[in-house]
């Protein structure tokens, strides 16, 4: 609950919100409990490296925000509800819409508590990295906590970030006890929480139908519930890229520097988690500096900066070096940068698991695409700037993937085979989000259902 209530603290804080609840609150909250799950962790590890508490942390950014929003109190407003107008809705359409979601949702947390219930020590990132180095954390006393990352470990990825650790450790730490439900419960969130962060941000975009059948497209892709119940963190890596598409989109739609700067914060968090999170921030910097220059980007660096930092001192001071960039991976990088077998496997494989992701009967990639060709993309260009530089930075991004394939010093074939689905599974929300925001919804567009302030009458500032 603290997570939560320091996360839609910031969030109301940071990106503004109205006296009382409102329509957009399930947006900020759902944005809000990831955000406060990343921040606390982050607390935890400053608080290690510092001494201080972490919890003491957490209570004064809670203090921090909770003076923030006392301060705005009076003029306390929603720009997402000033900004957009009631829209009409086939009501039937909507009430289908969403009794097929929430079916696919009951099947999915089936299949959730079965997987769990098979194996509730997850799978062998859950057991063998994140938990064994929560247990660590957990276990060990002020300065022997390092232990968790030492090189004698390095089959576990000593380098890796430890947003997940960290908060399973710091949450043991207050129960008094290692209870195996804390990584479930949070495996629970940011499985079933992707599909409500998308299904809110689109719905504030593009309306509630858009929405649904986002959240319908999210849900019916049983890998994301697999993988969730095994406690894996491409789940969260994937949770904070979409919400650093939907913060910004906010930001560009209403020209509100708050909300940039809360993607940038989200957009770090990712880089807290895992390392591929870091190459989503440089791929989401470059994509939105060429598109929008340097529109917004003031904000989103500052609400990243202290999450980078963070991230930085674990680099410096804790983590090992990397298996593809260390002294044993640059052993004979240029030959396998050079070898074109590589690449060719690569591309096959890459091919292969696109058409089987899922798993379905048909690709979620080929179904997403005959959507967009049938119902057509947006003529208007209210979100071209989001659209845009979502859709190159998920572009960089796979480049990314692909060239790290290139370089890993393992064998390629097994590295394929087990992690292919997971990197694919790291980006699925993200390209749901940027088809269905790009997709055009007929009776919407006739009815100009959402409108768009003017910028240059919109004051770009913080809502502090």
């Known amino acids: 609950m603290i997570p939560a209530l320091i996360g839609f603290a910031v969030v109301r804080a940071v990106g503004s919100g109205p006296q009382k609840w409102c329509r957009h609150d399930y947006f900020r909250l759902v944005l809000g409990t990831g955000l406060g799950i990343g921040l606390s962790s982050a607390c935890f590890f400053v608080g290690l490296m510092s001494g201080v508490p972490g919890l003491l942390l957490e209570t004064l950014l809670l ?15 929603c720009p997402l509800c ?37 194996g509730p020590h997850g ?64 495996a629970c969130f940011f499985s079933f929480g992707s599909v409500a962060l998308l299904v809110a941000s689109l719905s ?50 209403y020209n509100n520097a708050g909300f940039a700067a809360l993607a940038g914060v989200m957009t770090a968090l990712g880089g807290w988690t895992k390392n591929e999170g870091l190459l989503w ?35 410096l001071r804790v983590a090992t070096s990397s298996d593809i960039f260390g002294a044993a991976g640059r052993v004979g990088m240029m030959e396998r940068f050079l070898d074109p077998s590589r690449y060719a496997l690569i591309a096959l494989e890459t091919v292969r698991h696109v058409w089987t992701f899922g798993p379905l009967l048909l690709s979620p990639f080929v179904i997403l695409g005959a959507y967009l060709a049938l119902a057509g993309v947006r003529k208007d260009s209210q979100d071209s700037a989001i ?5 190159l930075a998920l572009a960089f991004t796979s480049v990314g993937y ?23 599974l790291q980006l699925w929300p993200s390209i749901i989000f940027v088809v269905f925001l790009a997709t055009r919804t007929p ?13 240059a009458a919109t004051e770009m500032s913080v809502p502090l």
């Not at 062998?124 to 276990?139: E, H, P, S, T, V």
């Not at 085979?417 to 990197?423: I, V, W, Y």
């Not at 009776?443 to 910028?455: I, L, N």
Request: charged letters at 15%.
């Open 63 to 77: 203090l921090v925000a909770g003076a923030v929003l006392a301060l705005r109190w009076k003029t306390a407003r």
């Open 281 to 315: 921030f440089g791929s989401f910097l470059i994509a939105r500096f060429i598109v929008a220059r340097f529109r917004l980007l003031p904000a989103f660096l500052a609400g990243a900066a202290p999450i980078l930092a963070t991230v930085l001192l674990f680099k």
């Open 123 to 186: 799978g062998w990132d859950a057991w063998a990295i994140w938990n064994l180095r929560a247990r660590f954390l957990y276990r060990a006393g002020d300065t022997s906590w390092r232990d968790a990352f030492t090189e004698v470990l390095n089959w576990s990825h000593p380098d890796y970030p430890p947003l997940l650790p960290m908060f399973v450790a710091r949450t043991w730490k207050l129960l008094g006890a290692e209870s195996q439900s804390v990584p479930i419960a949070l």
């Open 402 to 424: 692909f060239f790290i394939y290139v370089l890993r010093p393992l064998d390629l074939a097994w590295l394929l085979e087990t992690s292919m689905d997971r990197l694919i």
């Open 204 to 253: 504030i975009l593009r309306g509630l139908r858009q929405g649904l059948m986002g959240g319908l497209a999210m849900a019916a892709t049983p890998i994301l519930y697999v993988q969730g119940a095994i406690q894996c963190a491409d789940v969260p890596v994937a949770f904070f890229r979409l919400g650093t598409l939907g913060a910004m989109a906010v930001a560009d739609r």
């Open 82 to 118: 000033e900004g957009s107008e009631s829209a009409t809705q086939d009501r039937t359409l909507i009430a289908v819409l969403g009794g097929a979601l929430l079916v696919l949702l009951l099947l999915d947390a089936l299949a959730f508590v079965s997987a769990t219930a098979h």
């Open 387 to 391: 659209l845009r530089s979502g859709a």
């Open 443 to 455: 009776e919407r567009e006739a009815a100009a259902d959402v409108r768009t302030p003017d910028p």
